[in-house]
Structures are given as structure tokens and as C-alpha cells.
């Protein structure tokens, strides 16, 4: 199925502008939240135990990013909202961008808490696209504080994959979904660069940061990771892939480069937020030029440029 044909069967729950529906109101769930069982904490509509969202309350079409904040960003863009939900720290939002509809959710940070939220999503809704929309550090020289990454694979350092994959098993992004990111950072006029993201399990000792206290293990990751070509550094995207594989739907990532490593720099406020939109504004026309490339794709498996 099509991203525009699942699009025009999701069913929006409610019906109101941006400036009718402040970021602090939320469309509570029914009072009946029974879970099923111990292996499948959903209630019997579907409601997921962490994400508190249920069939009908998610778009196909989903960005990821690890702050909540960052979820409201990304909001204040739709043209309308159909749900805001928030449950521990998972901040979720429905609506429509460019008559798309598209849903946003705040996972919290690590490749556990994105684990949780993959997983649950994929009960909600067929089809999905998620991306990623996050931050981290860049590794080569030639990246600059700002710059964008449009993840091609990614480095598995982190443990949550390794529960349903082995060591072996590659994390990469779709490769239509890496097309729509390149256009993306094209049309928002972003710098950026392709390549493999590293995915590790943590921000200090497993990213190689040596604080007073709480030496790393592993001094040497960062500079064996620049020797491999690895582009930046962060802990979601390798966890997002891997599940993508497994369950059989596109994904991708984009992040933006806050620190430089080989330098020991790390952004300012403003810079920072330019790169931030910069990110959620690639991640959006991503998933409309994904809409896009599937109308063109008619009813070939994949989409090619001779669809152009």
C-alpha cells in the first residue's frame, strides 16, 4: 500500500487548528485501560501500554526525535492537530503537514526507550515510515558544528538490538528514505553529509568521554571509529533500523552535528537552533517527498528514477 493510500485511510480522532489546541491540552484515553496480558500490555483496542496511543491515534507517516521539546517544534508546523498525547516521556502529536498526515513523538533518549517506541507505534498503524530526527556528534574533520548526517547504516554499539539480531546483523536505512533526506536537506537549503552513523549505548563512557570519577573503559572509540570512516556519533538510529528490517518498513535518520570531537567543540545556543530546524525541516520534506515518490512509483515495488 501506498503512503498516500494509507494516509487517506488514517482516521483522525479530532478535528481542530494549531492556535485551538494548546501544546498543555491532551485527548485523554477511555476510562476502560485493562491490559490483556503480561506478553502483549495492550488493552483490547489496541492501546499501547507505554506510548498510550491506540489504532487511529497514529499517522503513517512519523518522525522520532529524542526530546519532547523537539516534539512541539515539529507540531508547531502541522497545519492542524489531531491528537496531543502525553505519557511518561513520550510526548506525541497528530496532524497534518501539507495536507500529509503526520505523526511526531518524543521517545526520550537510548536505543531502549526507542525500542519501546518502535515497537508500539508498529501496533498502531500498517505501513509506517519513521525517521529520525535527532543530535550527535560528528567524528570526521569535515564536518562542521550545525552540519546535518543523513545516516546511510549504522554502527550497532548499543544492546537493545542485539535482543531480537546478532552482532553481525547490518543496521541500514531504507534507500527511498535516504533519497527524500538528501532532498530534504537540499530544499532546506542545509549543509550535510551521507554516511554511517555509530549507535552507542550511552553519552559519556560508551561515547569515550573521560569525566573525573567515571573513566570509559574503551579510550580509544572515538579515534578507531574516525579510522573506520564513521561519520558522527549518537544512540538511537542503529535500534531503529534494526526493528524497520525485522518488521519490514522504511526508516531513516538525519541528525545534526552538536559537538565535533576531533576538535573538542560543542555548539552554541543559537547555532544549535538553527541546526535544530534545519533537522525538523528535512525530516518533513522527507516524508512528503516519500508521498511523493510513491504516487510517481504507480504500482512498481519500488521506486526508481525512471518514475520521475
Given amino acids: 500500500m501506498t503512503t498516500a493510500a494509507v494516509a487517506q485511510a488514517f482516521r483522525v480522532r479530532v478535528n481542530c487548528s494549531v492556535d485551538d489546541l494548546g501544546f498543555a491540552m491532551t485527548d485523554q484515553p477511555p476510562a476502560d485501560s485493562s491490559f490483556l496480558s503480561a506478553e502483549r500490555v495492550q488493552t483490547a483496542d489496541g492501546r499501547q501500554y507505554h506510548i498510550d496511543l ?7 507517516s512519523i518522525l522520532l526525535v529524542g526530546d519532547p521539546a523537539r516534539a512541539e517544534k515539529v507540531a508547531a508546523r502541522f497545519e492542524r492537530i489531531d491528537l496531543h498525547r502525553a505519557h511518561r516521556e513520550y510526548a506525541t502529536f497528530t496532524g497534518t503537514f501539507r495536507d500529509l498526515p503526520v505523526t511526531v513523538i518524543g521517545t526520550g533518549m537510548g536505543a531502549a526507550s526507542t525500542e519501546i517506541a518502535v ?3 508498529a501496533q498502531c498503524v500498517d505501513h509506517p515510515v519513521m525517521i529520525r530526527c535527532g543530535s550527535s556528534g560528528g567524528l570526521q574533520p569535515s564536518l562542521a558544528l550545525g552540519d546535518l548526517v543523513v545516516t546511510q547504516a549504522a554502527y550497532r554499539l548499543e544492546e537493545s538490538s542485539l535482543a531480537f539480531v546478532g ?3 547490518p543496521a541500514f536505512a531504507h534507500h527511498e528514505v535516504v533519497l527524500a533526506l538528501v532532498t530534504g536537506a537540499e530544499r532546506s537549503d542545509s549543509p550535510y553529509q551521507l554516511g554511517i552513523t555509530a549507535t552507542a549505548s550511552g553519552f559519556y563512557a560508551a561515547q569515550g568521554r573521560d569525566i573525573l570519577g567515571f573513566p570509559p573503559r574503551d579510550r580509544e572509540i572515538v579515534d578507531r571509529l ?3 570512516g564513521v561519520m558522527n556519533l549518537e544512540m538511537e538510529s542503529s535500534c531503529l533500523l534494526t526493528l524497520a528490517s525485522l518488521r ?6 538525519v541528525c545534526a552535528v552538536y559537538a565535533t570531537r576531533h576538535d573538542n567543540r560543542f555548539i552554541g545556543h543559537e547555532a544549535r537552533r538553527t541546526a535544530e530546524n534545519r533537522c525538523i525541516d528535512t525530516g518533513l520534506q522527507a516524508l512528503v517527498t516519500l508521498r511523493q515518490m510513491d504516487e510517481a512509483r504507480g504500482n512498481r515495488r519500488y521506486w526508481q528514477p525512471s518514475s520521475l
Fill in 54 to 60: 491506540a489504532p487511529g491515534d497514529v499517522a503513517p
Fill in 119 to 121: 515497537i508500539e507505534l
Fill in 167 to 169: 552482532a553481525g546483523y
Fill in 226 to 228: 574516525v579510522t573506520e
Fill in 248 to 253: 519490514g518498513f522504511r526508516a531513516g535518520a
